[in-house]
Each structure stands twice: as structure tokens, then as C-alpha cells.
């Protein structure tokens, strides 16, 4: 597949109409957003006498030229190396259903020519980590991923629509779940997700399915894993 990229950017509520316009006057004319929450323990919400945090996650198909590009701004114009502005991750896109498809998705954004194969190789010190629970068990997947070394996630609903779920996993995966995104550095990647299998997978109450992506680029993550680092 030639340089295209599923972009992920997460983001405060306040601040999604901020980004949107960001993206669009930098080429990302389709952008795809829901409605997500931060992960922090329902306990220290409530001892702190504070909501959910409430955040935004937006989708694009982005070309690498425009990724680049993309990066480097965001760094200097959104300023997403600072807390609480943001993070944003590449994954790589191994097929495209055809030329019109690829044209509606990225309209206006900058393309390698034709002839030239941009088979680039992009070596990240992250993952995504994502897991499928039964609806009201973020705490319990949150609680074994951060024992393992994970430092938060974000979450979504989603309704699932596999048909024999139930026969080999003892769930239906047609009811309400939750999604779960967390961002881990390579070398925490397994054990994370072995935690969450062992504490909060299919045979607990949570019935969480894992599974993980590699992640090309990030934006907004350096200034979490410095504070990491110096702690270690």
C-alpha cells in the first residue's frame, strides 16, 4: 500500500471545533468524530467533585505527505506537546477499496505521484492497545491496565453486530459495549494486555476481547513519556 494512514486524534470536548478547523485548513477536508470520555477512576472523580472528562475522537485517511506535515504543525501551531492538548496517532492502511475511494478520502491533501512507490517504514515506540467490554467495566479493564504500566485510555460506545459470538466467546456481541483505546509504549504492550485478559478478559465479568495495532507516528505524547522516563 502506498504512504496512507488511519489518523486518530483525541482531544477535549471544548476543543473540537478548534482542531476540525485546524485539519481542514491544512487539507483534511473529511473528518469523522465521536463523542468519548477520559479514563479516570470513577473514585477520584468523585473525591475530586469532578465529571467525567469529557473528550472527542476524530477519524481521517490521510496521505503521508499530509501526515508530515500534519505532525509538524501540530506540534508548533496546536501546541500538542503541552498537557491536556491533545494526542494523535498513525495507523498504517494496507488496502483501499479502488481510486474513487481513495480520491473521497483524501480530496485536496498532497499525494506522492503515481509512478512513485512511498513505501515508507516508520518505526514508533508505540502501540494501541484496544479492548471490547460489556458496558460499565471501564474501571475493571483500567485498574489491570494500569498495573501493568499503562498511564490511561479513552473510551467509546459501540454496538456490536457479530452473529455467533455468543456459541464460541459466551457473550453476544450485539449488545452495548464499550471500546477502550490505550496508548502503550512498545515494551509495555504485552504485558498490559495479558492483564487485562487475566483480570477483566472473557471469563470475568467484564468479558473483554484485546487486541493491539502498530502505530506509525504520534503527536502530543512526548511531554508524558519525558515525566515517564524521569520517573524511572
Known amino acids: ?23 481542514r485548513e491544512n487539507g483534511v477536508s473529511l473528518i469523522y468524530s465521536t463523542q468519548c470520555n477520559g ?6 472523580l468523585s473525591l475530586l467533585g469532578i465529571e467525567k472528562t469529557e473528550k472527542t475522537m476524530l477519524f481521517s485517511i490521510i496521505t503521508g505527505s499530509t501526515m508530515r506535515k500534519l505532525k509538524r504543525l501540530l ?11 491533545g494526542v494523535a496517532m498513525a495507523v498504517a492502511l494496507s488496502g483501499m477499496g479502488g481510486m474513487r475511494t481513495f480520491e473521497y478520502f483524501t480530496e ?7 509512478t512513485e512507490e512511498t ?15 460489556e458496558k ?6 483500567m485498574d489491570a491496565a494500569r498495573e501493568a504500566g499503562a498511564r490511561g485510555g479513552t473510551t467509546i460506545r459501540a454496538k456490536g453486530t457479530v452473529a455467533g459470538a455468543e456459541k464460541f466467546l459466551g457473550v453476544t456481541l450485539a449488545e452495548e459495549k464499550e471500546i477502550v483505546f490505550i496508548v502503550s509504549n512498545v515494551d509495555k504492550k504485552k504485558d498490559i494486555m495479558k492483564a487485562i485478559m487475566q483480570k477483566a478478559g ?27 522516563k524521569e520517573a524511572e
Not at 5 to 18: G, L, Q, S
Open 202 to 228: 472473557v471469563d470475568s465479568k467484564a468479558h473483554a476481547l484485546v487486541f493491539s495495532l502498530p502505530v506509525s507516528e504520534t503527536a502530543g505524547f512526548r511531554f508524558a513519556d519525558t515525566i515517564e
Open 119 to 133: 513505501e515508507m517504514k516508520y518505526e514508533s515506540e508505540h502501540e494501541l492497545i484496544m479492548a471490547i467490554y
Open 108 to 114: 485536496g491533501q498532497e499525494r506522492a505521484p503515481e
Open 75 to 85: 506540534t508548533k501551531k496546536m501546541k500538542i506537546d503541552l498537557p491536556d492538548r
Open 39 to 44: 479514563t479516570a477512576h470513577e473514585k477520584t
Open 1 to 23: 500500500m502506498k504512504d496512507l494512514f488511519f489518523w486518530i486524534t483525541i482531544v477535549k470536548r471544548d476543543d473540537t471545533e478548534e482542531y476540525e478547523n485546524f485539519y
Open 136 to 141: 460499565g467495566y471501564t474501571d475493571l479493564v
